[in-house]
């Protein structure tokens, strides 16, 4: 948690101000009995009522300073637990977007949700309460034992013995459930992780039938986390009938000695009340420490997961330099012997992958699942790096442009087609934010995506569902497909991303592709990820993947006579007579 401090830079001024008038309400509060004490002494004793309105008022007096005091700290303490939230969710946000593909598979989305959310919930109310009460509570035993010495010794001490097992009550159910509250947090991953794949995946659960047994696993996430929670609580529980039977003995303590000093003359009714009070005010800033060391925990645990994920380094750089110049002599895209292996994994996903890739090309990628097509295209726009081998375009590595400059040279479309709430119009420049109304149309044409827009009520200002809830597959992947064809790139990616499409649209869309991209002024080159044969047959360049390695590569024709897992593709879709037409 300490690490996490430097977001309160920007609010110094709060952070001292806060606890200080927290103190200053204290004072106020410590004088209370005092009053009471001459109320009791002088007004009530002499029947002098003037007397009683008068130290009244004082007390109502003190009161209200107190409560604006406390307004006031609590106003001090909110604005800089807010601040500090607000810098921390915004750089972790930064810092999580900062990360590569790598890194985000490693820790999880769940985690990575419960940390920008439930995490930063805790650590600003742990920076919160900490403002308010960790000076006040300190601040208030100690000015109660000082005031009660202040108005007789002999019956202070049994203050002296009380206030030590106060504190040890405390500190024994604080040891026992601190350790508890740390283990809370990582149960909410669990739980949000079989929330977010219920909720992501609803369809699935639903067409399998899967509820009943996705509801016993989250009930039995849930039951877990409610036990923990449950044990902590009954061990809570104790807390203030153990605090408050010692404050009651020691009362009882008090008034017994203060009532004997009382009749020796050594101490007044009202004395013996202000004791009482002190000892009152003791425990209640005891409580109010427990249950700030209880939020300090839960603070401390979350600011220790929100630690981690700062530690994580993004294993990709961006070397944020210079635009480079591409070698226009150079191939589009080269794959120089590359392998590329995923964390904590067997096996490597690519391995000894050599190939390039012209300008203007059509370029098919095919394989099983589970060969390695996906991550070999993901190395092009640097999702990831490769561990070794060189990935090039045009001419360069990819680790020497600057990710900026790299990315505006592709248009990726992944597997899952992702859309934004929001207008089409919004979605489709994402590509490009000043893309005009006829660049857009045009994308939408390539992608075979006009016709449906046109006849949706808006047009263009036809608004999109979360997610693209309220369009069909296929519409969704011609809309993203679309989205990166606004950007006019040089290299254009699509990733299995017109499995959805019907074998008509899915022919149109090919042949679409192939005019733009001989056609187009920088002849973009286009790789076609699919496990549909018919999808790259026509490919300028088809890459047979097997395993993780290159098992051909060449035409439809060359693959047939040359290829052995193409050939094998081919004829589990398609019939032989099917597969010799060219």
Aim: hydrophobic share 45%.
């Amino acid at each position: 948690m300490r690490k996490l401090l430097r977001f309160l830079r920007g609010y110094v001024r709060e952070t001292i101000l806060a606890p200080l008038f927290k103190m200053l309400e204290a004072s106020f509060e410590l004088i209370v009995p005092l009053v009471t004490a001459q109320i009791i002494d002088v007004g009530i004793r002499r029947q002098d009522a003037v007397f009683v309105w008068k130290m009244g008022f004082v007390m109502v007096a003190l009161g209200l300073v107190g409560l604006a005091c406390s307004l006031t700290a609590q106003y001090f303490a909110a604005k800089a637990a807010m601040g500090f939230s607000t810098a921390l969710r915004r750089e972790l946000f930064a810092h999580i977007n900062s990360l590569s593909y790598r890194e985000l598979d490693e820790i999880g989305t769940p985690a990575l949700i419960t940390r920008i959310t439930s995490d930063v919930n805790q650590a600003q109310t742990g920076v919160n309460l900490t403002l308010r009460l960790f000076l006040r509570s300190p601040f208030i035993v100690a000015g109660a034992l000082l005031m009660s010495f202040t108005i007789d010794v002999p019956v202070a001490l049994i203050f002296l013995v009380a206030v030590p097992l106060i504190s040890l009550v405390i500190y024994l159910i604080m040891r026992w459930t601190v350790p508890i509250y740390r283990d809370v947090q990582k149960l909410l991953d669990g739980i949000s992780r079989l929330t977010r794949e219920n909720y992501v995946g609803a369809r699935v659960v639903r067409a399998f039938g899967r509820q009943k047994e996705e509801i016993a696993d989250f009930t039995e996430e849930n039951q877990a986390f409610t036990q923990v929670q449950m044990s902590a609580g009954k061990i809570s529980a104790l807390l203030n009938p153990a605090t408050y039977v010692i404050m009651n003995l020691a009362i009882v303590a008090i008034l017994w000695a203060g009532g004997r000093q009382v009749e020796a003359g050594r101490l007044t009714q009202g004395e013996v009340t202000a004791l009482v009070n002190y000892m009152t005010q003791i425990l209640l800033a005891l409580l109010a420490l427990a249950n700030l060391i209880v939020a300090m925990t839960k603070a401390a645990a979350s600011g220790a997961r929100l630690s981690e994920v700062f530690a994580v380094t993004a294993s990709l750089r961006d070397e944020a330099g210079q635009e480079i110049r591409p070698d226009f002599r150079s191939s589009r895209v080269s794959f120089q012997n590359v392998c590329f292996s995923y964390a904590r994994s067997a096996s490597p996903a690519l391995e000894g992958i050599t190939f390039s890739a012209e300008k203007g090309q059509v370029i098919g990628v095919i394989g099983g699942t589970g060969s390695g097509k996906s991550t070999l295209v993901n190395l092009i726009p640097r999702f990831y790096d490769a561990a070794h081998g060189a990935v090039e375009v045009d001419g360069h590595p990819v680790q020497d442009y600057p990710l900026e400059q790299l990315r505006k040279k592709i248009g990726a479309v992944p597997q899952r087609a992702v859309l934004f709430r929001g207008a089409i119009r919004e979605n489709m420049r994402w590509g490009k934010e000043d893309a005009s109304d006829e660049e857009i149309w045009r994308a939408l044409e390539i992608a075979q995506a006009r016709e449906f827009v046109e006849q949706k009520e808006g047009g263009l200002d036809a608004m999109i569902a979360q997610g693209g809830r309220n369009l069909s597959g296929g519409q969704r992947q011609r809309l993203t497909i679309a989205r990166a064809l606004v950007r006019n790139p040089e290299i254009l990616i699509l990733d299995d991303s017109a499995s959805a499409l019907d074998y008509a649209t899915d022919a149109a869309l090919r042949r679409a592709l192939r005019k733009y991209a001989s056609e187009n002024g920088q002849e973009t080159t286009v790789f076609l990820v699919s496990q549909r044969v018919a999808s790259v047959r026509q490919a300028d360049k088809i890459l047979v993947l097997d395993e993780g390695r290159l098992a051909g590569m060449g035409t439809h024709g060359e693959l047939l006579e040359n290829c052995p897992v193409y050939k094998e593709i081919c004829l589990s879709q398609l019939s032989e007579k099917e597969v010799a037409v060219p």
